[in-house]
């Protein structure tokens, strides 16, 4: 395979060729705005705009993690996994004992939020309804880690906790959002009892593709009662 089929199957630096022992200007000037991109990606906050426009379709519920800032989140990750009691009470409204609870959290890219969601979340509604999975309203979530939809969850009583997080960007992706998906989610749960549709974006696994996808991994999980490893190991 020559340095052309490489390059064209791969977002990764590859052939980019070299002045002396330097890299060339164009390709040095490419990897900063890409770094810049994702240190963006990173401290990027859902607009008004985005909440505003979900809450009107969805009927969608916000909350804010322990976190008091964007900065606060990213030094110090425990407090972005858990909500206060006064926080959870803003959703004593929603629907429970739902088959899925969807959560929509910034995490570390508020950008890949609003990139796919609008694309993503349309399809996987459809789907859900399609196999006759209930779900509750989505909750929009400030400062949100992986962690936080199982405290809403279980605070609704859902099987199922869904949450649709930005990833950390990387420098081929500052816009890649991902799934994850956890049977009996609760105080008890653990990052193995989890199953993860990663890579979601345009350049990766489209949204749309993502979204059928998902819906067949929650009707599997709902079938079998579980999800994480122990799905991986008899699927």
Same mark, same amino acid.
């Given at each position: 395979?020559?340095?052309?089929?490489?390059?064209?199957?791969?977002?990764?630096?590859?052939?980019?060729?070299?002045?002396?022992?330097?890299?060339?200007?164009?390709?040095?000037?490419?990897?900063?705005?890409?770094?810049?991109?994702?240190?963006?990606?990173?401290?990027?906050?859902?607009?008004?705009?985005?909440?505003?426009?979900?809450?009107?379709?969805?009927?969608?519920?916000?909350?804010?993690?322990?976190?008091?800032?964007?900065?606060?989140?990213?030094?110090?990750?425990?407090?972005?996994?858990?909500?206060?009691?006064?926080?959870?009470?803003?959703?004593?409204?929603?629907?429970?004992? #739902?088959?899925?609870?969807? /959560?929509?959290?910034?995490?570390?890219? $508020?950008?890949? =939020?609003? %990139?796919? +969601?609008?694309?993503? !979340?349309?399809?996987?509604?459809?789907?859900?309804?399609?196999?006759?999975?209930?779900?509750?309203?989505?909750?929009? #979530?400030?400062?949100?880690? /992986?962690?936080?939809?199982?405290?809403? $969850?279980?605070? =609704?009583? %859902?099987? +199922?906790?869904?949450? !649709?997080?930005?990833?950390?960007?990387?420098?081929?992706?500052?816009?890649?959002?991902?799934?994850?998906?956890?049977?009996?989610?609760?105080?008890?749960?653990?990052?193995?009892?989890?199953?993860?549709?990663?890579?979601?974006?345009?350049?990766?696994?489209?949204?749309?593709?993502?979204?059928?996808?998902?819906?067949?991994?929650?009707?599997?999980?709902?079938?079998?009662?579980?999800?994480?490893?122990?799905?991986?190991?008899?699927?």
């Amino acid at each position: 395979m020559d340095s052309k089929e490489l390059k064209e199957i791969s977002p990764a630096r590859l052939a980019v060729g070299r002045s002396g022992a330097r890299p060339l200007t164009k390709t040095v000037l490419q990897f900063r705005a890409d770094h810049a991109r994702a240190r963006d990606a990173v401290y990027s906050e859902l607009s008004e705009e985005f909440i505003r426009n979900l809450s009107a379709k969805e009927g969608s519920q916000t909350l804010t993690t322990l976190c008091t800032d964007r900065t606060d989140f990213i030094l110090n990750p425990p407090k972005g996994k858990k909500a206060s009691e006064a926080e959870l009470k803003k959703l004593n409204g929603l629907t429970k004992n #739902v088959d899925v609870q969807i /959560v929509v959290s910034d995490g570390l890219s $508020a950008a890949a =939020v609003e %990139a796919n +969601i609008p694309d993503l !979340l349309p399809i996987l509604k459809d789907g859900l309804e399609l196999e006759n999975i209930s779900f509750g309203a989505p909750v929009i #979530v400030h400062y949100g880690r /992986v962690a936080i939809a199982d405290q809403i $969850a279980h605070h =609704v009583s %859902a099987k +199922i906790a869904l949450n !649709l997080i930005g990833e950390r960007p990387g420098l081929s992706s500052a816009t890649s959002l991902s799934a994850y998906i956890t049977y009996n989610p609760g105080p008890h749960t653990i990052s193995s009892d989890r199953t993860v549709v990663s890579n979601i974006h345009a350049a990766g696994t489209p949204p749309l593709e993502a979204g059928a996808y998902i819906v067949q991994l929650c009707k599997k999980i709902l079938d079998r009662k579980m999800s994480g490893v122990k799905l991986q190991k008899i699927i």
